[in-house]
């Protein structure tokens, strides 16, 4: 299995340049997440999809999009990149009825110029 | 919403002496705490866990306590090592979606 992938590990844009993040889980969970990390702040939650189908905003969610594409794709597309939104992007997926841990992709390194 | 408050940001240790990391929450009804270790260039990995059933829980040099009535819980690692250096996450979480609340980390240093 391998677990949680994102592409791509790495990407530059221009101010208001477009994109869309990847992220697909092989483990048959149900509940997808997109987090950005910035330094000294954590991990904050941007979309959250508690199944196939639906998708819910999290703490900062203003200047994304999401789509969960399937169960076991969920991307995350900024329309118009901002300077504020250079940061690391994680994707994770739990299952709830096994737990809740989150299993984490490796994340994707995001300049915004 | 839920907030989360973790302490240290910064410890640095010898190896061999223990580390201990303290987080607080402040929604009563999260039930499930998690706690994950971060290596550089790496995602989030969980190492323990525990539930509000439960009020200590440990595996081999990691322990976790949780205190429901004060609403904190701790992580203790003993006898670091060189490889335990690296960021430590806390989390609480309830019963939406498995939506976790992240503190904003600590991040470990054991020098040899």
């Known amino acids: 299995n391998a677990g949680v992938t994102q592409t791509p590990k790495f990407q530059v844009l221009k101010t208001g340049q477009s994109m869309t993040l990847q992220c697909a889980q092989d483990m048959n969970h149900n509940s997808m997440y997109w987090y950005r990390q910035d330094p000294g702040m954590g991990l904050r939650l941007i979309y959250y999809s508690a199944s196939e189908g639906t998708t819910d905003k999290g703490e900062v969610p203003n200047g994304y999009n999401v789509s969960r594409l399937n169960k076991r794709e969920f991307s995350l597309r900024l329309e118009s990149a901002a300077p504020s939104q250079t940061s690391v992007y994680f994707c994770?997926?739990?299952?709830?009825?096994?737990?809740?841990?989150?299993?984490f992709g490796p994340g994707t390194r995001l300049t915004v110029l | 919403g839920e907030n989360v408050e973790q302490h240290p940001s910064t410890l640095s240790v010898q190896e061999g002496d223990s580390a201990v990391i303290k987080c607080t929450y402040s929604d009563s009804a999260s039930n499930y705490f998690p706690w994950y270790k971060q290596e550089l260039g790496k995602g989030p990995q969980l190492i323990i866990d525990?539930?509000?059933?439960?009020g200590e829980k440990k595996d081999q040099r990691i322990a976790v306590t949780l205190n429901k009535t004060a609403k904190h819980f701790s992580l203790h690692i003993t006898e670091t090592q060189p490889e335990d250096s690296a960021v430590y996450f806390c989390?609480?979480?309830?019963?939406?979606?498995?939506?976790?609340?992240f503190g904003d980390g600590t991040t470990l240093t054991v020098k040899p």
């Open positions: 989390a609480a979480s309830g019963t939406n979606a498995g939506k976790s609340t």
């Open positions: 994770a997926s739990s299952e709830a009825s096994k737990g809740g841990e989150q299993f």
């Open positions: 525990i539930r509000s059933n439960v």
